[in-house]
């Protein structure tokens, strides 16, 4: 089994910031993509910023320059730096990760989600 759990969201003011992580556990052999997705209510789930095992990263364009994607391997973590918060960035905000759990066997893993408000 592999499990995706996701931290640190929460409220915070308009222009503020947050750090979320995610950590993948379990029994794989690799993790290759790591994304953050996010979805408002009524909205679709979008792709917020995404970061391969190389480390080649792509953002939605609503987040380029506030907010930066990381990684640790050796931790098997994710990391959201989001800065400059917004209202419009307020939503549920989930970890995929895409694993091997095999040489043959490669599946796509959601966590719970971590709910970010930004609010004054």
């Known amino acids: 089994q592999v499990q995706v759990v996701e931290s640190g969201g929460g409220l915070v003011q308009p222009g503020g910031s947050l750090r979320l992580s995610c950590v993948v556990s379990?029994?794989?052999?690799?993790?290759?993509?790591m994304g953050w997705y996010r979805q408002a209510p009524g909205k679709q789930r979008e792709l917020v910023a995404s970061i391969t095992s190389r480390g080649d990263i792509n953002y939605a364009d609503s987040v380029k320059g506030r907010f930066t994607i990381s990684r640790d391997n050796a931790k098997a973590t994710v990391y959201l730096q989001m800065n400059s918060l917004k209202p419009e960035d307020t939503a549920v905000y989930y970890c995929?990760?895409?694993?091997?759990?095999?040489?043959?066997?490669?599946?796509?893993?959601w966590g719970q989600g971590t709910q970010v408000t930004v609010s004054s």
């Open positions: 995929n990760a895409d694993v091997s759990r095999t040489l043959k066997v490669r599946i796509d893993y």
């Open positions: 379990g029994s794989f052999i690799s993790i290759n993509a």
